[in-house]
Nanobody, 120 residues
Framework: QIKLVESGGGLAQAGGSLRLSCTASKSISSINKMNWYRQVPGMQRELVAGSTYKGVTNVVDSLKGRFSMARDVGGNTVFLQMNGLKPEDTGVYYC??????????????WGQGTQVTVSS
């Protein structure tokens, strides 16, 4: 089992920045993919960014230029840097660990989520 703990959420003004952290209970280099998702009010949970165990990261097109994902190389933490925040970025942000274990069983673990609120 992989435990994920997010932190860094809170209240920001429009145009401001927040940096979210997600710390896993094991090295992220052993996790196939670490992802950030968000769930905004009234919408389904959506992918924000992902990073493979090789360190390749990607942000969804609609958020490129404002959001970026980074990883603590050799460590247990991934980050989501959010700049130019907009009120529509308000929601709960979740960390996700996804992949296949050594016996080819799929795993999918989630953190508890961290609230981000952007005021206009």
């Amino acid at each position: 089992q992989i435990k994920l703990v997010e932190s860094g959420g809170g209240l920001a003004q429009a145009g401001g920045s927040l940096r979210l952290s997600c710390t896993a209970s094991k090295s992220i280099s052993s996790i196939n993919k670490m992802n950030w998702y968000r769930q905004v009010p009234g919408m389904q949970r959506e992918l924000v960014a992902g990073s493979t165990y090789k360190g390749v990261t990607n942000v969804v097109d609609s958020l490129k230029g404002r959001f970026s994902m980074a990883r603590d190389v050799g460590g247990n933490t991934v980050f989501l840097q959010m700049n130019g925040l907009k009120p529509e970025d308000t929601g709960v942000y979740y960390c996700n660990a996804h992949g296949l274990d050594g016996e080819w069983n799929e795993y999918d673990y989630w953190g508890q989520g961290t609230q981000v609120t952007v005021s206009s």
